[in-house]
């Protein structure tokens, strides 16, 4: 099983980054895929997450209206497009898989990626 997130960097506050998270080793379609992230000395929090057949997403509210979670079944992949960016943006953002559960609970998450790193400055 393997998540690989990439498309981080450094942006101005007001910009955009679009990332991404190719899956392997397991049924993408049968997995609700999110994105968390962690700011330094905070815990991980829930970004956005998109049932199986991107049907359905949902968003913190900090994000609502900025952010656009997608998926693409054919290629096993999982976007966050990010438009708006804010420098309490920062840090650095996972994708996860989970099977079910609480979609907002990182606790539901079955596999994770390793991370890629999003900074916005002011």
């Known amino acids: 099983v393997q998540l690989v997130d990439s498309g981080g960097g450094v942006v101005q506050a007001g910009g955009s980054l679009s990332l991404s998270c190719a899956a392997s080793?397991?049924?993408?379609?049968?997995?609700?895929m999110g994105w968390f992230r962690q700011a330094p000395g905070k815990e991980r929090e829930f970004v956005a997450a998109?049932?199986?057949?991107?049907?359905?997403?949902d968003y913190t509210d900090s994000v609502k209206g900025r952010f656009t979670i997608y998926r693409d079944n054919a290629k096993n992949t999982v976007n966050l497009q990010m438009s708006t960016l804010k420098p309490e943006d920062t840090a650095v953002y996972y994708c996860?898989?989970?099977?079910?559960?609480?979609?907002?609970?990182?606790?539901?998450?079955?596999?994770w990626g390793q991370g890629t790193q999003v900074t916005v400055s002011s």
């Open positions: 996860a898989a989970a099977s079910g559960g609480l979609y907002w609970n990182r606790a539901s998450y079955n596999y």
């Open positions: 080793g397991f049924t993408f379609i049968d997995y609700t």
């Open positions: 998109i049932s199986w057949s991107g049907s359905i997403t």
